[in-house]
């Protein structure tokens, strides 16, 4: 439970300091969804929503300066939704993984959109979905296969360096 709860700190702490020097024409990853992604892994969707999207809403709820709530929604909300779909996924390979990436990307700027318009008002919902959200979810998508695949590289690395070294 701490593994994850730091893993969500670290994440949080690449968003906002990453997230924005790392976008490719507007649209940023979202290392928020990443790090539910690998922390929601076959919990189940209320498992997921209470120990990891809670406490990662909470944490970016106290770091924005938006309402106070709006962040604990939303990752509550990608929690449950990436735990209902990693739970519902038989494959653990890096394709769905990814997909699974890009679809909670894609709940969570449709969220964000929804209830900034209700909030703000005036969002033309449709041209900020097409030109931002679904960019960053395809952005998202590709840096967690390129996460996972580097994940296993570095795992066949150290793993050889372990048994050439005694460890």
Known sequence: ??????????????QASLGR????????????VIGLIFTASKKGPVDSMIR???P????????SSGYFGMGLTLQAVNGFFAGLLIKQTYSDNYVSKAGIA??????????SLILLNSYYGGLNLFTHFFLYTIPCALYTG???????????VLKVVF?????????
């Open 102 to 111: 890009a679809l909670v990307t894609l709940i969570d700027g449709l969220a």
């Open 159 to 167: 793993g050889r360096t372990r048994k050439a070294y005694g460890f």
């Open 1 to 14: 439970m701490l593994k994850d709860l730091l893993l969500l700190f670290f994440c949080l702490l690449l």
């Open 142 to 152: 590709l840096l967690m296969l390129g996460l996972l695949a580097l994940g296993d």
């Open 56 to 63: 990662l809403g909470l944490m970016q709820d106290f770091v």
């Open 52 to 54: 990891c999207g809670l």
């Open 21 to 32: 020097e790392l976008a490719v024409l507007g649209a940023a990853p979202n290392f928020l």
